[in-house]
């Protein structure tokens, strides 16, 4: 069963440090894709970045990147240069199989940016 | 373009009665996703579309919930029977078809249960 484990319930970061926000993974299917949503304190739900498990290279999208390490079902999310405004909830999740569409969500983890 | 929309926004309801949530997709998204987040909690699986099926119902909690999708655009999420502990945020998202396509999620709807 599809499974996504993030154990840090709340981050603190400085402003312009980067941070790492963890998340694990367990499936038993080869194919599966992995996501990293943000939930400011508005609620919405905004897309940062995506992985499939057949890529090659680490995901990239601006200050965020993906810490792929398959052989340790990780999929961490690093921040560059944190600025107040990544103040939010972090959701790691993952769609297992090709063509499927069941979505996993993990706990989140809440970051604090100080100033 | 227009983004995902749900109706109602808020929705305060007495225990017992049946409530409908809408949803309206992104044109041309295939996918519909329901979810469920209770507060400070992350998202809970709930159902899935494909165009109008749903091959994967085993989200729902219990038989008082159910689903649908017309026209492979609008959907409904109906909770019969309402109970304090549906009390949450119903979140509904869209996607194009495949596995590497991001979900975008509309603004919810916050369902109290009185």
């Known amino acids: 069963a599809q499974k996504i484990t993030q154990t840090q319930p709340g981050m603190f970061v400085q402003e312009k440090e980067a941070v790492t926000l963890d998340c694990t993974y367990d499936?038993?299917?080869?194919?599966?894709?992995l996501f990293w949503y943000k939930q400011p304190s508005s609620g919405e739900m905004i897309f940062l970045i995506y992985?499939?498990?057949?890529?090659?290279q680490n995901a990239t999208e601006g200050r965020y990147s993906l810490n792929f390490q398959k052989a340790r079902k990780s999929a961490n999310l690093v921040i560059s240069a944190s600025q107040l405004g990544d103040s939010a909830m972090y959701f790691c999740?993952?769609?297992?199989?090709?063509?499927?569409?069941?979505?996993?969500f993990g706990a989140g983890t809440r970051l604090f940016v100080k100033a | 373009g227009a983004g995902v929309s749900q109706s109602p926004s808020n929705k305060v309801t007495e225990k017992g009665k049946d409530v409908e949530l809408r949803c309206d997709p992104i044109?041309?998204?295939?996918?519909l996703y329901w979810y469920r987040q209770s507060l400070g909690q992350g998202l809970e699986f709930l159902i899935y579309f494909q165009g109008n099926s749903a091959p994967d119902k085993s989200g729902l909690p219990s038989d008082r919930f159910s689903a649908e999708r017309t026209g492979g655009s609008v959907s409904t999420l109906t909770i019969q029977r309402t109970q304090q502990e549906d009390s949450a945020v119903y979140l509904c998202?869209?996607?194009?078809?495949?596995?590497?396509?991001?979900?975008?999620f509309g603004p919810g709807t916050r369902l109290t249960v009185t």
């Open positions: 044109s041309g998204h295939t996918a």
């Open positions: 499936t038993s299917d080869p194919s599966y894709g």
């Open positions: 998202a869209s996607s194009l078809a495949g596995q590497g396509y991001e979900q975008y």
């Open positions: 992985q499939g498990s057949y890529d090659q």
């Open positions: 999740a993952m769609r297992e199989g090709y063509g499927g569409f069941k979505t996993i």
